[in-house]
């Protein structure tokens, strides 16, 4: 691969540090994460909370995945978790910056980096359910960490968060979401999110 070739995707790639996530950085809760950040934060939690993952998981796939799964936001946005209606049209927007944006590399980093995000998206692998378990588990503590600042700004409730969370996080990481649960209990104790 050539060296312009690769300097002018990590260009492109650093149009993510401008896409803005709902969820609230813990340290200022006033402030919108970025995907950059969001990324950043998923690599670090790989690394960290490897050993709840699934017996032997490829971290180095799992860091990858991580790495790349949301890059398709550039051209597509970030789309909510709880925005049923933006989400009906996920799947075609991501797919074709998927085709702009690993397009922009040769072979064979064009196919690796594809087949990590197609990978993650499928959700088929122990790595890819891990690495989803995690991008589930990074939105809900930084709504933890905030006293629910997300969940309450946009009028979520702990019905919704368990639906929407529990299935991967629980297929990827089990006691990881015991924990989140026991978690979000406690945030309902507290007024941060309501039972609806």
């Known amino acids: 691969m050539s060296l312009s070739t690769s300097l002018a995707f990590l260009r492109e790639a650093d149009k993510l540090k401008s896409i803005l996530r709902q969820s609230r950085v813990t340290f200022d809760p006033e402030r919108r994460e970025n995907d950059a950040e969001h990324s950043w934060h998923l690599a670090l939690m790989a690394v960290v909370l490897a050993e709840y993952g699934p017996r032997g ?6 860091l990858r995945m991580v790495l790349v799964h949301d890059i398709v936001e550039i051209d597509a946005g970030d789309t909510f978790l709880y925005d049923e209606a933006h989400a009906a049209s996920k799947a075609e927007r991501e797919a074709a910056a998927a085709d702009r944006l690993f397009g922009m590399l040769d072979e064979p980093l064009r196919g690796e980096l594809r087949g990590a995000w197609e990978e993650f998206e499928e959700g088929r692998t122990p790595a890819a359910r891990f690495a989803r378990a995690l991008d589930r588990l990074q939105p809900m503590l930084q709504n933890l960490y905030t006293d629910g600042a997300s969940w309450r700004a946009h009028g979520i409730i702990a019905p919704q968060v368990r639906a929407k ?8 990481a089990p006691d990881l979401w ?4 026991a978690m979000l209990e406690d945030a309902v ?3 941060w999110i309501s039972e609806g």
């Open 178 to 181: 015991a924990q989140a649960e």
């Open 165 to 172: 969370n529990g299935p991967p996080i629980r297929d990827g």
């Open 57 to 62: 998981v490829d971290l180095l796939s799992v």
């Open 189 to 191: 104790r507290r007024g």
